[in-house]
């Protein structure tokens, strides 16, 4: 097998993206300028090249935007259970056995894993951190410690696998071109395993300096120009009724679907989902559960309330998503699943520079071995 210039410049594209992220700089341009490259060399055409650009974030969006919508009915739900109030309401439980450093320590660490699953960390920590770390740190928890818990457990454990939403093992899956429940199951086990190892080595690291509880270590923290905390009670129009009722109700629908899911997978009693159809039914539940809690909120402006909790979710998820389509647009090139696309060739005979790399790789290390 011949490597052309295309498959080098593919290859030195993908590691000038990985040194990129490992000094911690935004990847958008180099995969960007890797894209430009790879379809002018591979044309011989500079305008080709930049047509490519466009077609990769074009094809990358389209396949993407499964992600985009998950992401943005998700947003939307908890915009509409903010507005009742239900959203303090579920972690109203989580503060009650917040006795001591400890105990706080890791009830945030299974508020913030539970709570992340379905609503991706990021509306997630803010929820979280309002309501959970000022009791925690007056029960003794040192502020980075409670930072720790809540970046583990929510941007490492639960965003690394996805396991309900799963938009992270679909876009690895998709750049792969392999099915998205195996890579799936796996980064879930594997999120397990090094979260609690990554959890446990944290707690007995900071095991010493949690203190005993005393509402000085929260009139402290507030000194050193952290967050205003408000420990006053939700003011909706809402009664206390409603608001348990759908802090109680959707996460009991969001368990009734892992059930759902859970047993599809392991007995023959429920028919196999596959590719994206997990992310589907928590999505049809998620608007189903928006509309519900934005006509309780107000039945007479409930349609232009569920349409502003949706514009609001949009807006969030291209914040979020938005620098990942270039990006993916760079890795979908090496598919040959999309890359006559992208380049504008004969889809007979799509180049497929990720595959050649690797059936060349193997090639290498075969000659080694012999």
């Known amino acids: 097998m011949d490597l052309t210039a295309p498959h080098w410049i593919y290859l030195i594209g993908t590691l000038i993206i990985i040194l990129t992220m490992l000094v911690r700089q935004n990847v958008v341009v180099p995969a960007v300028l890797m894209t430009f490259f790879i379809g002018w060399v591979y044309t011989g055409s500079f305008f080709s090249g930049l047509q490519t650009i466009f077609q990769a974030s074009l094809t990358a969006a389209g396949e993407l935007f499964n992600i985009f919508l998950i992401i943005a009915i998700m947003t939307a739900l908890l915009h509409s259970l903010k507005a009742i109030g239900a959203d303090e309401q579920m972690i109203t439980p989580f503060q009650r056995v917040m006795k001591n450093g400890h105990i706080s320590f890791w009830v945030i660490v299974g508020a913030t894993y539970a709570i992340s699953l379905f609503f991706w960390p990021t509306p997630a920590v803010p929820l979280i951190g309002a309501l959970l770390i000022p009791v925690a740190i007056r029960a003794g928890l040192p502020p980075v410690a409670a930072a720790i818990a809540i970046s583990l457990a929510g941007q490492g454990m639960a965003l690394s696998a996805d396991y309900m939403i799963q938009i992270a093992p679909m876009l690895n899956a998709t750049s792969a071109g392999v099915a998205v429940e195996p890579v799936a199951n796996r980064a ?179 000659r080694v071995a012999f």
């Open 188 to 366: 879930f086990v594997l999120s397990i395993i090094t979260g609690v190892v990554a959890l446990t080595y944290a707690y007995f690291s900071i095991r010493k300096s949690i203190q005993k509880p005393s509402k000085k270590h929260l009139i402290e923290w507030e000194k050193h120009g952290s967050i205003e905390t408000d420990e006053t009670s939700v003011t909706t129009k809402q009664s206390k009724k409603q608001r348990v009722f759908f802090a109680l109700f959707v996460p009991i629908s969001f368990l009734i679907i892992v059930v759902y899911m859970v047993l599809s997978m392991f007995t023959d009693a429920i028919p196999s989902m596959e590719g994206g159809a997990g992310a589907a039914l928590i999505g049809g539940t998620a608007v189903i559960l928006l509309v519900t809690a934005s006509s309780f909120y107000n039945l007479r402006n409930s349609l232009t309330n569920v349409s502003d909790f949706l514009v609001k979710g949009f807006v969030f998820a291209f914040k979020a998503m938005g620098p990942v389509i270039p990006i993916a647009g760079f890795f979908f090139i090496g598919s040959g699943e999309f890359s006559a696309k992208i380049l504008g060739v004969s889809a007979e005979t799509p180049p497929s520079f990720l595959f050649d790399l690797v059936q060349a790789g193997q090639q290498i290390n075969l």
